[in-house]
């Protein structure tokens, strides 16, 4: 039986020295920050004008390039018109009968019914000129987005030099918040719809372009050899062999790409609204009409679930639904071109389709949906009023100020005495020392950092001493360039003048982020071993990753109305879906034979689970913590709109004054943090998977 109660002796050793020294060096900092005041704010002197001077190169360089990108805008007006007005055009009963053979040939009866009730969601709520409008957008951004991808995902496979480049901006644009993609594209293409389109394809292109390099990469060489040997010259290798055999992954580029179009069209809607559903959602938010903004945001992630599944399911990847035998692919297409006959025959006859409720109120009346959302939010407002006191009192409060400041008689019913601090100190002390004991001294550092920065606050906590965490943090875990790039972010930061915005985001997302590992966690636990609790967390987590962003703030929103504990509940809603999966899927992948072997020496289930399971499951989670950062991050702008004053919160002052200098040194700053973090957890990941791969050599 494994001894769960034997202590652990404390070893000292390399890290524990080097760390040691940088908490010797944050306490003196802490010491001096009322004598120096620079340590806990950076002076305003010492920023560089950046923001400033990229200003005034851009409008250099929009004022020189402006009309080629004025006439690129022109050109793409017509077919987005055109599409649009073909989607229009079509009558309703044709455009259902289209999706529902395509939905039925993607994954079975299932999602056919599915696809059918989300459009006639449309239709009962009066949404579906909107959604065809949305339609013609994502519809003609998919293509441009593919075939830009691909061809950048080529020329990075077969061109070595270019991979290293190629790779760094796509980092770079899959870690900067899509708000700062639209300002740079307002100040060349002006404003209008045709700004949303190519937003949406400009966003979409990292997708194709890393599924088109991985599906390249993953063909394996004897069937390339094999197409050498056939005679074939590397023109025909590349497209008779190399992309046939890479068309799955292929295929799922295109299930994403599709996902990430369509996730930016509300943001989009921002500067390039045109009746679509998009701007639905941010008018009626605007105007705080919560009921019509739920039946709006309901009508877009209907819509986004639709294209997901019946994308997987043309990928091959739908799962275990499978399509009729009858309903083959050259009869797919017979049933679409034979509606598209029909509807242009119902058209020249001067037949009217018109929708239904087109001149009534529907089936579903937005004005009584608002009135019933107020009396639902009437009726629970005293309690949320009292919880969202408590947070932010108690929790949110000191985490930004620190207890310091925070800790008053009026918020928290006493004053912070010596004699409360003494006590902090030594809860902190106690709680520090028993992690040291049972799990090593790293878990006990880590919660005497946390205890600092929850006492003295994110806020005004010493810059140097952060610096000094952060890089450390890199160098131990990924290496000396990691850690040298985690230093070149946290001056670019200072230089830029973000820092507090920064650390405003750092302890949001943070905070954020603890909690979805511990909730997500412990959902994830719990489904690996229930498949019941399986088989219900499924489809809800398939729901939150398919959302656009902006639809999680609607319910937040309309309970907690704006501020920052509105924000943390919104990231966490479409962050939290990572750990649950990581996590199951971990501990679900657990070999069998160490589970048993765990059994055999008597290991309780709570001892099988912390001994044995989660240990080795530990990478998958610590990948899920990576997913979990970076779609905190993500949502960091768009949560911005609800009042936080974070580094989101600068990107959407720098769209309103279309700022170009301050969108992309704080876009960048975001994006910076996110790869700071992704480096991290990735060199951990490498380093782990390193020495277990020598402890299985070292038995064999």
């Known amino acids: 039986m494994l001894d769960t109660a034997a202590p652990r002796r404390l070893h000292w050793d390399a890290g524990l020295s080097i760390w040691m020294a940088v908490g010797f060096f944050t306490m003196l900092c802490l010491a001096l920050r009322d004598v120096l005041p620079w340590l806990a704010t950076y002076p305003s002197d010492w920023v560089a004008p950046i923001a400033q001077w990229v200003d005034a190169w851009s409008a250099v360089i929009t004022d020189l390039v402006r009309p080629l990108f004025r006439g690129i805008s022109w050109l793409l007006k017509w077919p987005m018109v055109g599409v649009q007005t073909a989607l229009q055009w079509l009558p ?5 009968l289209v999706v529902g053979v395509v939905a039925l040939r993607a994954g079975g009866y299932r999602l056919a019914a599915f696809s059918i009730f989300t459009l006639g969601y449309l239709l009962v709520t009066k949404y579906w000129p909107q959604s065809m409008n949305t339609m013609a957008l994502v519809l ?9 991808g691909f061809a950048i995902g080529v020329l990075a496979f077969q061109v070595k030099q270019a991979r290293a480049a190629i790779n760094v901006a796509l980092d770079v644009m899959q870690t900067m918040p899509a708000f700062a993609y639209l300002i740079p594209l307002l100040l060349l293409f002006g404003f209008g719809p045709v700004v949303g389109l190519i937003a949406s394809a400009v966003y979409a292109i990292p997708f194709m372009v890393k599924n088109t390099i991985l599906g390249l990469e993953r063909v394996p060489s004897d069937i390339a050899e094999a197409g050498v040997m056939s005679g074939c010259t590397p023109r025909q290798r590349f497209w008779l062999v190399d992309v046939p055999t890479a068309a799955p992954q292929l295929l799922v580029g295109i299930n994403q790409t599709t996902m990430a179009a369509f996730s930016i069209m509300i943001i989009a809607s921002i500067i390039g609204g045109f009746a679509d559903i998009g701007w639905e959602v941010l008018s009626s938010m605007r105007a705080a009409a919560f009921g019509q903004s739920l039946l709006a945001g309901g009508a877009i992630a209907l819509l986004a679930m639709v294209m997901d599944r019946i994308t997987l399911g043309l990928a091959g990847h739908g799962g275990a639904a499978q399509h009729p035998a009858w309903l083959t692919s050259r009869r797919m297409w017979s049933v679409i071109a034979s509606a598209l006959i029909c509807a242009w025959l119902i058209r020249l006859s001067g037949i009217a389709v018109t929708l239904p409720f087109a001149s009534t109120p529907g089936l579903i009346d937005a004005d009584a949906v608002n009135h019933w959302v107020l009396g639902l939010v009437a009726r629970f407002d005293g309690p949320i009023e009292t919880f969202k006191n408590e ?21 928290w019913g006493i004053a912070l005495t010596p004699t409360v601090i003494a006590i902090y100190v030594a ?17 006990a550092f880590a919660v005497v ?114 501020g920052e504990l509105t924000a943390l509940i919104a990231i966490m809603l479409y962050a939290i879906v990572p750990p649950i999966r990581y996590t199951e899927h971990g501990i679900r992948s657990v070999r069998v034979d160490c589970i048993e072997a765990g059994r055999q ?44 004053k974070d580094l989101g919160q600068q990107v959407y002052i720098a769209l309103g004054n279309a700022s170009a200098g301050l969108g992309l040194t704080s876009g960048l700053a975001i994006a910076l943090v996110a790869m700071v973090a992704d480096r991290i957890i990735r060199g951990w990941y490498d380093r782990h998977q390193s020495a277990r791969e020598g402890h299985r050599l070292i038995e064999c």
Not at 92 to 96: E, L
Not at 404 to 409: D, F, K
């Open 92 to 96: 309703w009963p044709m455009t259902m």
């Open 140 to 148: 003609l951004a998919i293509p441009i987005s593919v075939f830009v």
């Open 391 to 411: 947070v932010l009192y108690y929790f949110i409060l000191p985490l930004r100020i620190g207890m310091i400041r925070a800790v008053t008689p009026l918020s």
């Open 427 to 443: 809860s902190v002390a106690v709680i520090a020392y028993g992690l040291a004991l049972r799990f090593g001294w790293r878990p």
């Open 449 to 562: 950092v946390a205890a600092l920065y929850f006492f003295f606050g994110f806020s005004t906590f010493p810059w140097p001493a952060t610096i000094a965490l952060i890089v450390t943090l890199a160098w131990r875990c990924a290496g000396r360039a990691v850690a040298l790039f985690s230093l070149s972010s946290c001056i670019f930061i200072l230089l830029t003048g973000l820092w507090e915005p920064f650390m405003q985001s750092a302890y949001l997302c943070g905070l954020a982020v603890l909690l979805c590992l511990a909730i997500g966690g412990a959902l994830g636990i719990w489904a690996a071993h229930s498949d019941t609790v399986s088989r219900v967390l499924r489809p809800v987590q398939d729901a939150l990753q398919t959302i656009p962003q902006f639809v999680f703030l609607i319910p937040v929103l309309m309970f907690f109305k704006v």
């Open 601 to 644: 020496c008597g290991c309780t289930p709570a001892q099988l689970l912390f001994q044995v399971k989660l240990p080795l499951a530990m990478p998958n989670v610590m990948l899920g913590l990576n997913q979990t950062i970076m779609a905190a991050l993500s949502m960091v702008v768009v949560a911005a709109l609800v009042g936080t």
